[in-house]
């Protein structure tokens, strides 16, 4: 085990790069095919990671939709669904949301120093808090789940997470689903946001693979060691 897990980020994003609109409910980017693939590709990892504000605004359950690849999980020793992961700075999770109440996984909080007592009582019982320090250090957080036998990480946004990431060099793989469709609105969620990335035009990607699913395709990198 390294000193953390292989990341791989996971995003659907329409042409413009927006990952949602602006609108009170959750704009749908993806097709069937690709919620398959997504599926898939959790069951493959041992944790998924999102942020807080996506458990607020989405509420997601975070799980494998699949009963052949849970079984296919239980059969290799596995827990039926992957770890559950959120960063928070601060302790406004609520403890009923899908993420802590669906499905048997574990659940980790890594949280900024100030929130993290306040959030362990919150949360006592439905997940595990930890301290990850003040600012909140992802590189203690990976290691710590590295620690745990987390070999391979899923990141699912959103955009601030999306960025923190990549800004500190922490992801090995982007799976990115574009829509075939422009939000328009520049108050939308955007994929990432501003700089420096240390993948740029002086140090680009590796285009792995490009698929088409139904009207969506899905755009596979390999960024690299920085």
Do not use: W
Not at 75 to 88: D, F, I, N, S, Y
Not at 153 to 172: I, N, Q, S
Not at 214 to 223: K, P
């Amino acid at each position: 085990m390294g000193t953390r897990p292989y990341v791989l980020l996971s995003c659907a994003m329409s042409l413009d790069g927006r990952i949602d609109d602006t609108s009170p409910d959750r704009l749908m980017l993806s097709n069937e095919e690709d919620f398959d693939r997504v599926d898939a590709v959790r069951a493959s990892c041992d944790a998924i990671l999102v942020g807080a504000g996506t458990l607020r605004r989405d509420n997601p359950r975070l799980l494998i939709r699949s009963e052949a690849r849970r079984r296919e999980r239980v059969a290799r020793g596995l827990p039926q669904h992957p770890a559950k992961v959120t960063l928070t700075t601060t302790a406004r999770l609520d403890p009923s949301g899908r993420f802590f109440t669906g499905g048997d996984s574990v659940k980790i909080v890594y949280a900024a120093s100030p929130a993290a007592d306040r959030l362990a009582a919150r949360l006592a019982g439905v997940a595990e808090v930890r301290d990850a320090g003040d600012p909140l250090d992802l590189r203690k957080a990976l290691a710590d789940l590295a620690g745990r036998g987390v070999a391979r990480l899923m990141v699912e946004g959103g955009g601030a997470v999306h960025t923190a990431f990549l800004k500190e060099g922490l992801v090995d793989e982007i799976q990115l689903a574009v829509a075939p469709f422009f939000v328009g609105d520049p108050g939308a969620p955007a994929f990432v946001g501003a700089g420096p990335f240390p993948q740029n035009a002086r140090r680009p990607m590796e285009l792995a693979e490009v698929r088409k699913l139904g009207d969506v395709v899905l755009l596979r990198y390999l960024v690299g060691k920085i």
